[in-house]
């Protein structure tokens, strides 16, 4: 009966030992993933405050009489009197 229980224990404790590489591969998978994803958001935050920056320096200018005649245009499709507006449904 010794035998057979130190069997079981090496048996046993390799299981363990198996078990345990397992997690610790799996853990260092899941932590590589979580640092890729962490250092694209902090890519992603940096793209974003250059574009607060941007646009708080484009409300902190003044509105030229042109740059509102073209938001007009692009952003209302709006036309001053007298301008033609061509369309067409021909498509590639």
Same mark, same amino acid.
């Given at each position: ?22 997690? =610790?591969?799996?853990?260092? %998978? #899941?932590?590589? *993933? &979580?640092?890729?994803?962490?250092? $694209?958001?902090?890519? /992603? @935050? ?16 003044? =509105?030229?009489?042109?740059? %509102? #005649?073209?938001? *007009? &245009?692009?952003?209302?499709?709006? $036309?001053?009197?007298? /301008? @033609? ?8």
């Amino acid at each position: 009966m010794g035998k057979k229980l130190g069997l079981f224990s090496k048996i046993a404790f390799l299981a363990v030992a198996v078990f345990l590489v397992i997690s =610790i591969i799996q853990m260092n %998978i #899941k932590i590589n *993933a &979580k640092k890729e994803e962490y250092n $694209r958001l902090l890519t /992603e @935050l940096a793209a974003a405050k250059l574009n607060v920056e941007d646009l708080t320096e484009q409300l902190e200018s003044p =509105i030229c009489e042109e740059s %509102i #005649k073209r938001i *007009a &245009k692009e952003k209302l499709n709006l $036309r001053e009197p007298g /301008e @033609l507006i061509f369309a067409s449904d021909y498509r590639n």
